[in-house]
């Protein structure tokens, strides 16, 4: 069964900066595609980045610019860096990996913006 483990939330101030790991079992992320989520108090879950296994990347417009998503290969880590944070970009962040009829959340990590 795929775990998903996300670290590296926390409280930083507006304009500052943030990366979010997410570690999976073997070399899962080669094959699946993966995606960072979040979901703000009374909100929806929305998409905030997205990779396939070819390397191609999308975002929300929200973020364009100021959020890169990334994987190490050969691994099992996928990184969410974070610049220029604003306090609209707080949430709890959720890892996600889906492949075919598999799709697979991480427990999430929480980021507050605030000064």
């Known amino acids: 069964q795929v775990q998903l483990v996300e670290s590296g939330g926390g409280l930083v101030q507006p304009g500052g900066s943030l990366r979010l790991s997410c570690a999976g079992p073997g070399n899962i992320f080669s094959i699946y595609r993966m995606g960072w989520y979040r979901q703000a108090p009374g909100k929806q879950r929305e998409l905030v980045a997205g990779?396939?296994?070819?390397?191609?990347?999308n975002y929300a417009d929200s973020v364009k610019g100021r959020f890169t998503i990334s994987r190490a290969n050969p691994s099992n880590m996928v990184y969410l860096q974070m610049n220029s944070l604003k306090p609209e970009d707080t949430a709890v962040y959720y890892c996600n990996a889906r492949y075919g009829a598999i799709d697979v959340w991480g427990q999430g990590t929480q980021v507050t913006v605030s000064s």
């Open positions: 990779i396939i296994p070819g390397g191609t990347t």
